[in-house]
Each structure stands twice: as C-alpha cells, then as structure tokens.
C-alpha cells in the first residue's frame, strides 16, 4: 500500500459516514495510485458509452515535472490507454465517438481518432480555456482576454466574436470560460473581469488561515455574451457579482443549472442555480461544508452535483471525501434538505475536486487525484 493510498483512507474521516442502503453507487474504473508521482485530471468527455477520454498532467513527486496526457477508453471503461499530449490540456469537447477538440495552453488540437491521436490546428488562437462545436463545421472559442471566436471549418480558420469586447473591465484581467448551448440557435458564455485585489493575503492559504478567511471578497463584473441565433450575433452584459459561474449546462430549453464559485474569503464555498425557461434564475443548493465542483442535468431534469467535502474554509491545504447529490432541478427548493439524495461513493475518492460526464443514459465521475468511477445501479 503506498503512502498516498493510506493518505486517502485517512482522510475519508473529513467527510460524512455513507450509508450502504443508497440504490445507486459511485464504483471505480481506474485509478493512478503511484508513489512516486501523481495524475491530475483536467477534464472528462464521454462521446459514447464505450468511448471517453479524460486528460490533464502526471506530476512527479517533487512536482518538477509535469507530462501532459489522454487517457481514452474503448471498452466503457473497463481498460484506459494513456495517449502521451504534446502541450498541457485544458479542456475537451467531443461532438461524436470519434471527433473531438481539445484546447491547451498553447492552441486547438483535433481529434478523428476518439483521443488516440491529435492534430494541432495551425491557425487556432491560444489562450482558449473552452470550446463548443454545434456541427463538424461550426463552433466557438472562448479564454482569457475577453477572448470569443468563431469558426465555420472545423476550426481550420477562426473570426472573432467583436461582442465579446464590449463589457467594461481591463482586458488583462478578464476571460470567457465557459461556452454551451441550449438548443442549436441559443447559447451563452460565462466569465469574469477580475481586477487584483490589494488587500488580500499576499501568502499561500495554508501559512495563515486565520487571515484568509477573515479577509472579505470583494465582488467584480460577471461577464456574459449571448445568441438566439446560433452565433451570428450575439448580446453582451455584465453585472456585478461575487464568485465566478463556472459552468452551465442544459438538458433542454428550459431545464438548466449552473455553478459558481466561490473563493475562500467568502461564506459558501459553491451556490447551483436553476434556469428557467424564461432565463429566470434561482438558488437551490448550497452548503458551507460541500464544494461543489461539477454539475450535470439528465434529460428527465435530474440534477447531479459532485465534489469534496470540507471541514474548515480552506479547501485548497488538503483534499476532501467526494460527494455527489441528485436531485430534479426542476422542482428543488432552497434550504429543503429532502430533495437532494447522497449516492455512496467509493471510500478511496478523496480530492479536491469532481468532474462528471454523461452519454448514452451512463454517468461518469473524475477526480483531479486520478480516479475515474461509473455511476452502477
């Protein structure tokens, strides 16, 4: 048993005890469990039941090196192949089983091959931090400096988005980070314009906690640009706000959730929010001791929230037990305790935070501590 496996059992005791009545259960696929380095996954994408294909960094134990990767699987995630990247990933989206974009630190790479092979795209921009394609051909590019472009090649050539500009905020300091659509004429993207804040801890959390927490966070512009006709124009606006949305998904008009983010120095560490058919928004979950990391929404309007469990504000020192919860976003109140319902999730999932990924009616779960579990009946 390595050091690292019994960190993991150890620190289960900072989330709650898991009842072993639950119907559905959270069983692992894969896990990286070496001792002399560690997989940090970035993103998780499910293009079919069989295929997916989750990417991010191994790191060894010094964290002097970084190699970034793809870990793909064929079979439904009984056996995971490690694809070795050439730049450090960011995001993934997958259109198909087989076609599929991923963006780095540097560019745009595609996919024919379900992950087993990449192509770097020679005109993408960098700085991307999410994309979103709506066919083959047409898609969008979102990142760090207020960045929004369009492509309608398969990202062979992309345009910009002049919208995206259009919302006050110093450009150094702003970004896109998330881009969805609800049906093929309507979409979003999210993000923030960030200004530094000069009286916050200018030391790591973890060398004084008492200071981290007792600072206050100060809100900033929420960005967001908006289309009703599949990207041929879009809206901008923004609005003071505290946190960072950082996601957003739909199951169909009118049956949405969305996540934000909070820093320490705020009260909550995550709120979810349903999206009406009208674009009204509402609370219905938060929780000081839950940070929430990912959100997903069936089409039924099952509503999934993961991540790690915490025993103090500062949740980036040590990793947490995960956690998930379902429950119908569309008729979830907030503070109703009842309508949420834990799913048992294996014992050695401690991280600090949970993606999840969806096709075919089967769900899948990632950790940034190299852990990959299917949601079993």
């Given amino acids: 048993m390595t050091s690292r496996f019994r960190l993991f059992c150890a620190l289960v005791a900072v989330g709650a005890a898991v009842s072993p009545l639950y119907a559905q259960r959270w069983q692992v696929q894969y896990f990286y469990d070496k001792s002399d380095s560690s997989l940090e996954i970035r993103d998780l994408q499910f293009a079919s039941s069989a295929r997916g294909v989750a990417v991010g960094e191994i790191v060894d134990a010094d964290k002097n090196r970084r190699k970034p990767f793809a870990l793909v699987t064929a079979d439904g995630g009984v056996h995971w192949e490690l694809v070795a990247l050439r730049e450090t990933p960011v995001s993934l989206f997958f259109l198909n089983e087989n076609l599929g974009w991923l963006a780095t630190s540097k560019g745009i790479w595609v996919t024919n091959e379900a992950g087993r092979s990449w192509r770097k795209l020679a005109k993408s921009p960098e700085g ?20 929004a472009m369009a492509t309608h090649d398969g990202g062979e050539h992309w345009v910009p988005v002049p919208e995206a500009t259009q919302p006050p905020g110093d450009i150094r300091y702003s970004a896109y980070s998330w881009i969805t659509f609800a049906t093929p004429l309507k979409g ?21 906690p008492e200071a981290t927490v007792s600072h206050r966070e100060r809100p900033h512009l929420a960005l967001s640009i908006q289309t009703s006709d ?38 909550f560490p995550s709120e979810v929010f349903r999206i009406g058919a009208d674009g009204h928004s509402e ?3 938060r929780d000081k001791k839950f940070s929430v990391t990912d959100i997903w929404v069936a089409p039924d309007g099952m509503a999934y929230l993961a991540g790690s469990l915490h025993a103090s504000r500062i949740r980036d020192i040590l990793p947490g037990k995960i956690q998930v919860f379902k429950g119908q976003a569309r008729t979830a109140k907030f503070g109703d305790t009842d309508a949420w319902t834990p799913i048992e999730v294996d014992y050695r999932a401690v991280a600090k935070s949970a993606l999840l990924a969806e096709s075919g009616g089967q769900m899948w779960m990632a950790t940034d501590a190299g852990m990959i579990l299917k949601l079993m009946p």
């Fill in 128 to 147: 991307v931090l999410h994309v979103c394609f709506l066919d083959a051909q047409n898609g969008f590019a979102v990142g760090i400096r207020k960045l």
């Fill in 188 to 208: 979003i993207a999210t993000g923030w314009n960030m200004p530094p804040d000069p009286g916050a801890p200018q030391h790591p959390d973890w060398m004084d």
């Fill in 230 to 267: 599949g990207g041929k124009t879009w809206q901008a606006s923004s609005s003071s706000a505290f946190g960072t949305i950082s996601r957003v998904r739909f199951a169909r008009p009118g049956v949405g959730v969305g996540l934000v983010q909070y820093s320490e120095a705020f009260e």
């Fill in 283 to 285: 609370t219905i979950y």
